[in-house]
């Protein structure tokens, strides 16, 4: 089949997400939520040892932080959909 370069490109991750940072206000929180999370564990790594008591935060963080990211991408792929 030959192309034309007329067919639209998706549009990039990068570009997508800055849209969605500027346009959408959940968006914006759940990524503050996540960059906070990512401060507070290299915090943590940043300790040669860690309590058990900040095992499980590591832990409980990482769950949260992985929970917020699937949950942006959803959204990304949601607005996708619209374009």
Known sequence: ML???LEEEPMEEKELKEIMLKQNP???LLQA???TFEKKLE???AKKTLSDEEKVEER?????KLALKDRMYQ????FRKTL
């Not at 959204?75 to 949601?78: L, P």
Request: hydrophobic share 30%; no cysteine.
């Open 3 to 5: 192309s034309f370069g």
């Open 33 to 35: 939520e996540h960059q």
């Open 60 to 64: 409980e963080m990482k769950k949260r």
């Open 26 to 28: 959940e968006f914006r």
């Open 43 to 45: 915090t943590l790594k």
């Open 75 to 78: 959204m990304m792929n949601d």
